[in-house]
């Protein structure tokens, strides 16, 4: 079964909105490495409508400008794009198809599709949401940003349901950007305070 990573662009204090307005600055090789790893190396890109369309009006230009980025502009271009909309795809950017059906029942199929290459998602907030809520995902990476924006739609928002994570990874970039990958985890066990005030530091002495 191929893996879904989703890779978000994330702030100190949570926020993924209009990360081109607060990210650029902590872009390096580095990061640019860590994008690729996740985004360049896809067999599929499974993308939410406004990210596709962002994308779609975007790559395609850079791809025939042949400028510094023409390079990764190919390599999505020549990627599976399988976006998840309601409304037909208007055919311009090659490679896009439109998720059918039930979204649970269509991303499961796409895992079980024959293949050793995995699945990135990139941006796509509420399609990242859903398929948390659903056990779909099986990596979140996610790219924290030492800046608290202040501002904006969060990942996880006031009131929705408890996320269990387990860390898979963790790297610091050179610009102080910390690379980290969760997977899904098990509720954690309930646990006081007097279980905890045990591993305070001198508890034992």
């Known amino acids: 079964m191929k893996k879904i990573i989703a890779q978000l662009f994330i702030s100190l204090d949570g926020v993924i909105e209009d990360p081109h307005e607060w990210h650029f600055p902590y872009f390096s090789d580095a990061m640019g490495r860590a994008v690729d790893g996740v985004i360049g190396q896809a067999d599929t890109l499974l993308l939410g409508r406004a990210t596709y369309d962002g994308f779609a009006e975007a ?3 850079r791809e025939t400008e042949g400028g510094e ?3 990764f502009a190919k390599k999505l271009g020549d990627t599976r794009k399988v976006v998840v909309s309601h409304r037909p795809l ?3 950017w090659r490679n896009s198809e439109r998720l059918e059906g039930d979204l649970v029942e269509a991303v499961t199929a796409l895992k079980n599709e024959p293949g050793e290459g995995h699945i990135a998602v990139s941006g796509s907030v509420a399609l990242v949401r859903q398929l948390l809520a659903a056990g779909l995902l099986d990596d979140l990476n996610l790219l924290v940003h030492p800046i608290a924006v ?3 739609d969060r990942l996880f928002r006031d009131g929705s349901d408890s996320v269990p994570l387990a860390l ?10 910390v690379d980290l990958h969760y997977g899904p985890a098990a509720p954690a066990e309930e646990a006081s305070y007097e279980d905890a005030k045990q591993h305070l ?5």
């Open 150 to 152: 202040g501002k904006g």
């Open 168 to 177: 898979l990874s963790a790297e610091t970039l050179d610009l102080g950007v």
């Open 59 to 61: 790559w395609p230009g």
């Open 90 to 92: 208007d055919g311009a």
């Open 69 to 71: 980025d023409a390079y």
């Open 201 to 205: 530091a001198g508890a034992e002495g």
